[in-house]
């Protein structure tokens, strides 16, 4: 295959394959099974846990836009993370972030307490405590960049910098920006995770994930765990993702186009104390953000002055925003760390990530921004007048 951009990949992945009747759009395959030649030859496909058309059209797409050799479509998110996990051995440690997805670090913690595997957890942005964590010779070291929810930068290549001479795999969960705005792999990370249910898939209706490996070896090491642990993905599922993996570069440029609005409106309003977003030059990983993305997202978080009345308030005026978990769709979303999507980390673990109570995380969709701006400054005008 020639080398293509992005949004030529996204848009033509599978088009014009079906050889028997011309169909422009790849078929759906939702076969279970499919029949042998002979009972010694097996064809391409034999049972759909181990392989199915459509899923392998996706895991081909996410591998040619992520630059791997090899990828595995599974179920969920959470499905793709245990994946990776289950390249660890008992005695070897992992380390990953403090501000990591709530759903990632519940598994993470919960699986060490098992004895899966040992972990240390960090604060990534620290360069001392990298430093610190790479001297206990971790089998893996795993990066959210952006985080959620505070969008914290990692520096991808300087991690994989210092990992370069050891056996160490670098994981990156890629989720927040999409294969559009960073390419991890080419940053000399081991492994892309996504959350496809986000923005690959787009469109709030699917949920889904996906492994991507640099290595063909480690790709094929994966393939074998995700049909042994039956972690893959469904095929109709498949379908929908690469059907909303088609319009993926447009919906980032206006996803984008219309945080760049949201966090305009943000910065003027004085009823906002503190807003997080990588694009302001002001946010600590902003110089590392131009360097390794080619576009700041669409996720902004921010804290209300007052408490919890304003907070409750402000929720309840907004019309554009619905309050909901999960991110990246089309649609607009509000939603509350500490008591929704960050709610399975105890209090300590989000106070000393910094997820305070007040923390307001917003999916920026694609709506048209003037709604989004007159909305937003309704809300937040309403929430600053009440008294404290
Ligand atoms: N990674 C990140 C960054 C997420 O935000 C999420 C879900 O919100 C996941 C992984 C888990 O994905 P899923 O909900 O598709 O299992």
């Known amino acids: ?25 790849p078929p759906l395959y939702l076969s279970t099974n499919y029949s042998f030649s002979d009972h010694l030859s097996p064809r391409a496909f034999d049972y759909s846990r181990s392989g199915n058309p459509t899923r392998c059209l996706l895991a081909e797409a996410l591998t040619e836009l992520e630059h791997g050799a090899g990828a595995v479509v599974t179920a969920t998110g959470m499905a793709a993370i245990t994946l990776v996990t289950s390249l ?46 790479l001297t206990l010779q971790p089998a893996m070291f795993w990066l959210e960049t952006p985080s959620n929810p505070l969008l914290r930068i990692v520096d991808i290549a300087a991690i ?43 469109h709030s209706d699917v949920v889904g994930g996906a492994v991507i490996a640099k290595d063909a070896a480690i790709a094929d090491k994966l393939n074998w765990w995700s049909n042994t ?13 690469l059907r909303g993996l088609r319009t993926l570069s447009v919906r980032m440029r206006q996803h984008q186009e219309n945080c760049q609005a949201v966090v ?50 402000f929720l309840s005026e907004l019309k554009f925003f619905s309050l909901a978990e999960s991110l990246g769709g089309v649609e607009s979303l509000v939603a509350i760390p500490a008591t929704m ?30 709604d989004l701006v007159a909305d937003l400054s309704h809300a937040l005008a309403v929430a600053s007048g009440l008294e404290e």
């Open 88 to 133: 660890l051995t008992p005695e070897q440690l992992l380390i990953i972030p403090h501000d990591c997805y709530g759903g990632s670090y519940r598994l993470f913690t919960h699986l060490a307490a098992k004895g899966h595997f040992q972990l240390k957890v960090i604060d990534q942005t620290d360069a001392a405590a990298i430093d610190a964590a």
């Open 264 to 313: 305009a409106l943000l910065q003027q309003s004085t009823a906002v104390s503190q807003i997080h977003f990588p694009g302001l030059s002001s946010h600590p990983g902003h110089s590392i953000a131009v360097r390794q993305q080619q576009g700041f997202g669409a996720m902004v978080s921010f804290e209300l002055k007052g408490g919890q009345a304003q907070l409750t308030r």
């Open 229 to 241: 642990l039956g972690l893959t993905g469904g095929a109709f599922d498949s379908y929908l993702t």
């Open 341 to 370: 999507t960050h709610r399975a980390m105890d209090p300590e673990a989000r106070r000393l990530a910094g997820i305070s109570d007040n923390l307001i995380r917003l999916s920026i969709g694609i709506e048209d921004p003037r």
């Open 1 to 25: 295959m020639a080398n293509r951009y992005t949004a030529t990949a996204a848009v033509r992945q599978g088009i014009e394959s079906d050889t028997q009747h011309g169909a422009v759009v």
């Open 160 to 202: 994989a910098h210092k990992l370069k001479e050891t056996d160490s795999l670098l994981v990156v969960d890629n989720t927040f920006l999409s294969p559009v705005l960073q390419q991890p792999l080419l940053l000399g990370a081991d492994i892309v995770v996504h959350s496809t249910t986000k923005y690959i898939n787009g």
